[in-house]
């Protein structure tokens, strides 16, 4: 997000919603105009690509996309990849492209990284997700020699440094063998979790519905009840020991967020609780 201070405070940016949510919002904070970029369910949670040559002009400086997306673990299609390098040339505009669930896919080849098709690209990306190391709090950014002298300095100011044996585990985690072996062994436990989160969908429709997603440990389920996902959350919490993210901090209301790679019997309590909380309303 320090890539946010290449840009002017008048420039305009695309931002893919629903996102990771710090990312729009900040852009906001700094007083950038933000055009949301919606995702259809509809469209198995792929943007309209006639509805991004609208949004983008010649005052876009930047277009946000996450890939593979959270929270609806949605691949952006061929179609839709090739409009938003198009469209980002045609604009001279910056691509940036959150990465950081690539090796989470459930059945599918690894998603391919924007990085090497357009030169104006930045992409972030690190052990948190897909590696299953987030203690570490180590990750990178991919981009043009120019572009990262112009970052670098705010990275420092923000994160000296950072702790001597998270390096190491870090460089040990990335070693070639030892990187796929852990991508391996986390999809094996993704795919478990969500075979638990289908079964569970298949006994509580329609009261649920989700468009099965294609990476990451999460689900994005659209639920029946004439009520906010905010107070959802909120009585989970409070009454039902469960967490989640609503939707509507994501501009997504009627929709709730859950991690699915807990281990299996909190992962069926868990949902077992969110029916029972859905049910009583």
């Known amino acids: 997000m320090a890539a946010w201070h290449l840009l002017d405070k008048d420039d305009e940016i695309v931002v893919m919603v629903p996102g990771y949510l710090q990312t729009l919002t900040l852009a906001r ?11 259809s ?18 005052r876009t400086k930047a277009i946000q996309v996450c890939n593979p997306n959270n929270p609806t673990g949605s691949i952006m299609a061929d179609e839709q990849r090739k409009t938003l390098v198009d469209c980002a040339e045609d604009a001279e505009a910056w691509i940036l492209s959150d990465e950081v669930y690539i090796g989470s896919e459930l059945a599918r080849d690894r998603t391919e990284s924007l990085w090497g098709g357009y030169d104006r690209t930045l992409v972030s990306n ?17 981009g043009t020699q120019e572009a990262l002298r112009n970052i670098t300095p705010l990275h420092d100011f923000l994160t000296l440094t950072h702790a001597a044996p998270c390096d190491y585990f870090a460089r040990l985690a990335l070693e070639p063998v030892r990187r796929e072996s852990l991508l391996a062994r986390n999809q094996a436990v993704i795919r478990e979790s969500h075979e638990i989160v289908k079964d569970w969908m298949s006994s509580n429709e329609p009261a649920f519905s989700y468009a099965q997603p294609s990476a990451g440990p999460m689900c994005f389920l659209r639920y029946d009840a004439k009520i906010c996902s905010c107070e959802i959350a909120d009585r989970l919490i409070a009454e039902k020991s469960v967490l989640v993210v ?5 501009g997504m209301d009627g ?21 029972a909380l859905l049910s009583s309303l």
Request: aromatic share 8%; net charge positive.
């Open 29 to 39: 904070s700094w007083g950038l105009k933000v055009h949301p970029l919606p995702l």
């Open 41 to 58: 369910e509809d469209l198995g949670w792929q943007f309209d690509p006639e509805a991004l040559k609208t949004i983008v002009n010649k």
């Open 126 to 142: 690190g052990l948190c997700k897909s590696y299953g190391l987030p203690g570490l709090r180590i990750g990178w950014l991919v």
């Open 246 to 250: 609503p939707g509507s901090q994501m």
């Open 255 to 275: 929709y709730l967020r859950i991690g699915t790679c807990v281990p299996k019997d909190r992962l069926v309590c868990g949902l077992s609780r969110i029916n």
